[in-house]
């Protein structure tokens, strides 16, 4: 038995800074303790309170850091990662040009095998321990990254992508093919160690009908398998799916034809939605990925974050490379922050740091696992260095927030200008990850 302790300002979330006021919905101890059992949080408080009982532990202390739950990125693609900055296309043209070439070299396990660790260090290098990401048609690349996050111990979740119609020959697999072999993924995957399985479907106008329906199908042998696709991302794509379902009400009703709409459903994009859409997605507790980078730089739209809060839908966010620019949820929230200001809504830098976390976790049902420091979960957490550039510094003064006010101006300033630099070190199931070259950690 391990019993580890990790001294530093900390934070968390214990209820929605959305519907609840910061002072019940933020947990906060400038100078706290957490403390790790076996992977798993036996403790959090204030360092003054459990000192004595912890006294001569093992303490990794991180003075002027700030401790929080690791990051959730909620839709990802491993393939694209060696794909961001694909200037001058909008999505449908975008995944002509640039995405499906790029794809198809992961039909070779050897190259998927190359890519998974780089994909891997990326996400924990910018401090996202967990992720819900699409691999290729090609069942090697589910097999190469679930290896590689297996290796590492991280939470993640994954699926072959299925795709049977509108894309090249060599992206294409069936309608049986594609049952198959994401049947014979999921008995090989789901629930091993901390992997799980994610039934993808691409997006509707590139599955048939029949190939829709399996995917439903696999849904009703796996119940607690996830459902993960593209939703109303981009108005041409809205347009297509009209043409390719002409007897569907809406693109949302294309997948609740074939069982695809559940609480275990998440769709990313959602930036056309109507609000008859808005209304069936709350209904059924399906969850949105907000992809702010990507939605700005593909020029799809604005997605109205409001509308989705106010209707009660689980939201959180995604960086969806590489249609979006950055592996940073920092960055991610920084767009995300801006596409609010352009609509006139709010998003405040608890709410922001609450979706890449706890809000994170509830949207993929993991509430019970991971997303907060409450005792029992798994101790998957990230140490900031608020001041790890010189403009940061500047910014931000030495001494730790004492109060709410302070910390959220300081989370702000992080969001709008931090990155991996930020990202002093990654710990997955209190073992450290990923640490940043030079780290002042200090021993006691
Ligand atoms: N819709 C279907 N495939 C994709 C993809 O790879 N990226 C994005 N952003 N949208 C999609
Ligand atoms: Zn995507």
């Not at 309170?49 to 401790?67: C, D, K, S, V």
């Not at 091993?192 to 329906?213: D, I, N």
């Not at 740091?353 to 809000?359: K, V």
Request: aromatic share 10%; hydrophobic share 40%.
């Amino acid at each position: 038995m391990t019993v580890k302790a990790f001294r530093s300002a900390i934070l968390d979330f214990v209820a929605d800074p959305f519907s609840l006021p910061e002072s019940d919905s933020v947990r906060y101890f400038p100078d706290g303790l957490l403390v790790v059992e076996n992977g798993i949080v036996k403790e959090l408080g204030a360092y003054e309170q459990l000192q004595n009982r912890y006294a001569g532990l093992e303490t990794a202390h991180y003075p002027n850091h700030l401790i929080l739950p690791g990051f959730i990125d909620l839709h990802i693609h491993f393939p694209q990662t060696e794909m961001m900055a694909a200037y001058g296309e909008q999505l449908l043209e975008w995944l002509e040009k640039f995405t499906f070439p790029v794809e198809r070299k992961f039909r070779d396990k050897a190259y998927c095998d190359r890519i998974a660790p780089i994909f891997i260090d990326q996400l924990l290098r910018n401090g996202t321990t967990t992720a819900l990401v699409l691999a290729a048609v090609f069942p090697e690349s589910v097999e190469a990254l679930f290896e590689e996050s297996d290796r590492r111990n991280m939470r993640l979740i994954a699926g072959k992508v299925m795709m049977d119609r509108n894309a090249p020959d060599f992206l294409r697999d069936t309608a049986k093919s594609s049952y198959e072999e994401s049947k014979a993924l999921i008995e090989k995957w789901h629930n091993k160690g901390r992997s799980l399985y994610a039934v993808t479907p691409r997006f509707a106008p590139t599955s048939t009908p029949e190939q829709l329906a399996n995917a439903g199908k696999l849904l009703e042998e796996f119940p607690d398998v996830y459902l993960h696709t593209h939703l109303s991302e981009n108005v041409n794509e809205v347009a297509w799916v009209k043409e390719l379902f002409p007897d569907s009400q809406s693109y949302v009703d294309v997948y609740d034809q074939f069982g695809l709409v559940g609480a275990r459903s998440i769709f990313a994009h959602c930036v056309q939605l109507t609000e008859v859409e808005f209304d069936r997605l709350s209904e059924a507790k399906s969850t949105i990925a907000f992809c702010p980078t990507s939605n700005t730089f593909l020029g799809s739209g604005l997605f109205n974050l409001e509308r989705a809060i106010s209707g009660n839908i689980k939201v959180g966010l995604a960086t969806d490379v590489g249609g979006g620019t950055s592996f940073s949820m920092f960055q991610t929230a920084s767009e995300a922050y801006k596409i609010t200001q352009l609509q006139r809504q709010k998003l405040s830098p608890f709410q922001a740091m609450f979706l890449a976390t706890l809000g994170g976790a509830r949207a993929l049902s993991l509430e019970n696992k991971i997303g907060n420091f409450d005792a029992g979960k798994e101790a998957d957490f990230i140490v900031i260095d608020p001041r790890s550039t010189p403009i940061l510094s500047l910014r931000n003064q030495a001494e730790t927030p004492t109060t709410l006010e302070e910390l959220s101006d300081r989370l702000f300033s992080l969001i709008i200008m931090g990155d991996d630099r930020a990202i002093q070190a990654t710990y997955i199931l209190g073992e450290l990850a990923y640490q940043k070259q030079r780290s002042p950690t200090e021993y006691t």
